[in-house]
């Protein structure tokens, strides 16, 4: 079991290296034989499931590797699928209501009451990442780093830079980092026309694709998004550290989401059209952010804090808390147990509006996606983890999220107020680690 | 002065303070046993904190904050 377990993290090793070039295969397959502690890898697998919409998949491994002076090359690969149901920003009605799917291609149907969702989401990414990080001066560390993410319909490429200095005894470090990414979307059945009516009859018809094209600008659009993070950690004592950030972030051009629409109602809330929805295309967010650590006799509590802020009047408060418990050796084994606490609260983008009122003017951009609304949510999970043979660490983490989107205060007219504009989503997420 | 600016200042006091250089702060380095241990580090587990960055980034207004929030994936 055991010479099975080194031939694999020999055959890892070897197929990284492989990534770098010949000349360190060889020099991978002499010191993988060697020395077992020339790469450490790190690996997972997540599953993520809401209760009638999305689920997905995604698996993560990552190879480190420290040379002498303290390099570090980091590589990172991570695959995931997705599939299931979204909520595509229609409201629900008290009748049955007909949607075209965002390639054009056939419609559906959702039922009377249910909130419209367009379940003809599915989508598997790809994405690489290599970071080299080495000491440059006495108490001056500097990193950078490159990201590819592919999937069907969309392409990222990003680098990042950062540096970080130590002092006072390394009790303080002060880093400044960057990170620039280049996005190309190019969805199924193009960019849609901010409020064009979404064409809803025969697909099959000769005229239909004349008339769906006719609901489009173009086939891709891209976006770029550039962060500046200036970071500050300090050891306050033998039992406690802690870190401060703030960010700022500039995210420019199509920011908007193809495949959400929105319904205008009349003063009845009865649907009379669907409309694409529009954002603006340009959002700057910042956050600070205070993380601390503190360990007690024998656990460990992780808390940190998150402000955010944006240019579209949304703010959030984000909670996140992890208390680490070290099990006594009852199975002759080191083990833990991690309860872990998360609480979020956004407030609602200005450009943020359930539905259109036919009797009032189109604003400029409006988007009914609850994802920018008002909403709290809440995550609860426990991870359990345990050292096995030759120290590498197995765990599982199985957690509890849920979305509850709430009203900022618009008025429901007519049928509007008997069916469920703000429905909660309920995840579930299961996670196995395995470090090598 | 929202609650959003109150709270800033209430982080950005104590960073101060710190940063003036309170002598009291900080450790010799053979008091770094605890500080060493893999649960101290600010990110414990790296694959866990991806995962979650991943999740949260497709299904909130908010990402980044304790690194980059940027781009990525159309998740969003």
Same mark, same amino acid.
């Given at each position: 079991?055991?010479?099975?377990?080194?031939?694999?993290?020999?055959?890892?090793?070897?197929?990284?290296?492989?990534?770098?070039?010949?000349?360190?295969?060889?020099?991978?397959?002499?010191?993988?034989?060697?020395?077992?502690?020339?790469?450490?890898?790190?690996?997972?697998?997540?599953?993520? %499931?809401?209760?009638?919409?999305?689920?997905?998949?995604?698996?993560?491994?990552?190879?480190?590797?420290?040379?002498?002076?303290?390099?570090?090359?980091?590589?990172?690969?991570?695959?995931?699928?997705?599939?299931?149901?979204?909520?595509?920003?229609?409201?629900?009605?008290?009748?049955?209501?007909?949607?075209?799917?965002?390639?054009?291609?056939?419609?559906?149907?959702?039922?009377?009451?249910?909130?419209?969702?367009?379940?003809?989401?599915?989508?598997?990414?790809?994405?690489?990442?290599?970071?080299?990080?080495?000491?440059?001066?006495?108490?001056?560390?500097?990193?950078?780093?490159?990201?590819?993410?592919?999937?069907?319909?969309?392409?990222?490429?990003?680098?990042?830079?950062?540096?970080?200095?130590?002092?006072?005894?390394?009790?303080?470090?002060?880093?400044?980092?960057?990170?620039?990414?280049?996005?190309?979307?190019?969805?199924?059945?193009?960019?849609?026309?901010?409020?064009?009516?979404?064409?809803?009859?025969?697909?099959?018809?000769?005229?239909?694709?004349?008339?769906?094209?006719?609901?489009?600008?173009?086939?891709?659009?891209?976006?770029?998004?550039?962060?500046?993070?200036?970071?500050?950690?300090?050891?306050?004592?033998?039992?406690?550290?802690?870190?401060?950030?703030?960010?700022?972030?500039?995210?420019?051009?199509?920011?908007?989401?193809?495949?959400?629409?929105?319904?205008?109602?009349?003063?009845?809330?009865?649907?009379?059209?669907?409309?694409?929805?529009?954002?603006?295309?340009?959002?700057?967010?910042?956050?600070?952010?205070?993380?601390?650590?503190?360990?007690?006799?024998?656990?460990?509590?992780?808390?940190?804090?998150?402000?955010?802020?944006?240019?579209?009047?949304?703010?959030?408060?984000?909670?996140?808390?992890?208390?680490?418990?070290?099990?006594?050796?009852?199975? %002759?084994?080191?083990?833990?147990?991690?309860?872990?606490?998360?609480?979020?609260?956004?407030?609602?983008?200005?450009?943020?509006?359930?539905?259109?009122?036919? %009797?009032?003017?189109?604003?400029?951009?409006?988007?009914?996606?609850?994802?920018?609304?008002?909403?709290?949510?809440?995550?609860?999970?426990?991870?359990?983890?345990?050292?096995?043979?030759?120290?590498?660490?197995?765990?599982?983490?199985?957690?509890?999220?849920?979305?509850?989107?709430?009203?900022?205060?618009?008025?429901?007219?007519?049928?509007?107020?008997?069916?469920?504009?703000?429905?909660?989503?309920?995840?579930?997420?299961?996670?196995?680690?395995?470090?090598? | 002065?929202?609650?959003?600016?109150? +709270?800033?200042?209430?982080?950005?006091?104590?960073? +101060?303070?710190?940063?003036?250089?309170?002598?009291?702060?900080?450790?010799?380095?053979?008091?770094?046993?605890?500080?060493?241990?893999?649960?101290?580090?600010?990110?414990?587990?790296? +694959?866990?904190?991806?995962?979650?960055?991943?999740?949260?980034?497709?299904?909130?207004?908010?990402?980044?904050?304790?690194?980059?929030?940027?781009?990525?994936?159309?998740?969003?």
């Amino acid at each position: 079991m055991k010479t099975e377990k080194t031939n694999i993290k020999a055959a890892l090793t070897i197929a990284t290296a492989a990534l770098l070039g010949g000349n360190t295969v060889a020099h991978a397959e002499t010191t993988a034989a060697k020395e077992d502690n020339s790469w450490e890898f790190d690996s997972a697998f997540l599953f993520y %499931s809401e209760t009638d919409r999305v689920s997905a998949s995604e698996v993560i491994l990552n190879a480190k590797k420290s040379f002498e002076d303290d390099e570090i090359l980091n590589l990172k690969l991570t695959v995931d699928a997705l599939t299931g149901a979204s909520a595509n920003g229609a409201v629900a009605q008290p009748t049955v209501q007909t949607f075209t799917r965002p390639s054009g291609n056939g419609q559906y149907d959702i039922a009377p009451g249910d909130t419209p969702l367009d379940d003809t989401f599915h989508d598997t990414r790809v994405q690489l990442n290599a970071q080299w990080t080495q000491a440059v001066a006495d108490n001056l560390t500097a990193s950078g780093g490159v990201h590819i993410s592919k999937e069907y319909d969309y392409l990222s490429l990003g680098v990042n830079g950062n540096i970080a200095m130590d002092f006072d005894r390394k009790n303080s470090t002060v880093s400044l980092g960057f990170s620039h990414f280049q996005d190309t979307f190019t969805p199924e059945g193009g960019i849609p026309k901010p409020f064009a009516s979404m064409l809803i009859g025969d697909s099959s018809a000769p005229t239909w694709d004349d008339e769906f094209a006719k609901t489009r600008l173009g086939s891709d659009d891209d976006k770029t998004t550039t962060d500046l993070l200036l970071g500050f950690t300090q050891v306050i004592n033998r039992r406690m550290i802690m870190q401060f950030n703030y960010s700022y972030s500039m995210v420019d051009g199509y920011l908007t989401d193809p495949f959400k629409i929105l319904t205008i109602v009349d003063d009845n809330g009865i649907a009379q059209d669907y409309v694409y929805e529009s954002r603006p295309d340009s959002r700057v967010k910042q956050s600070i952010y205070a993380q601390s650590l503190y360990h007690f006799d024998t656990n460990v509590l992780d808390v940190s804090y998150r402000y955010m802020w944006d240019d579209g009047e949304i703010t959030s408060h984000t909670i996140d808390s992890r208390f680490t418990i070290p099990l006594s050796d009852s199975f %002759s084994r080191e083990s833990y147990i991690q309860p872990h606490f998360r609480f979020y609260q956004q407030s609602a983008a200005d450009f943020y509006q359930p539905f259109i009122l036919a %009797s009032e003017p189109l604003p400029v951009f409006a988007s009914a996606d609850y994802r920018i609304g008002e909403m709290t949510a809440f995550t609860i999970g426990l991870k359990y983890g345990l050292l096995v043979n030759n120290g590498h660490e197995l765990s599982f983490r199985l957690e509890y999220y849920r979305q509850t989107p709430t009203d900022a205060g618009f008025d429901e007219p007519g049928v509007l107020k008997e069916v469920d504009l703000y429905p909660s989503v309920d995840a579930m997420i299961a996670q196995v680690s395995y470090s090598f | 002065m929202n609650t959003g600016h109150k +709270i800033k200042l209430a982080l950005i006091v104590p960073l +101060i303070a710190t940063a003036s250089g309170c002598t009291s702060l900080g450790v010799e380095p053979w008091e770094r046993d605890l500080l060493a241990k893999d649960a101290m580090s600010l990110t414990s587990s790296p +694959i866990d904190s991806a995962l979650d960055d991943h999740i949260y980034f497709s299904k909130e207004a908010s990402s980044g904050g304790k690194g980059f929030g940027g781009g990525g994936c159309g998740c969003n």
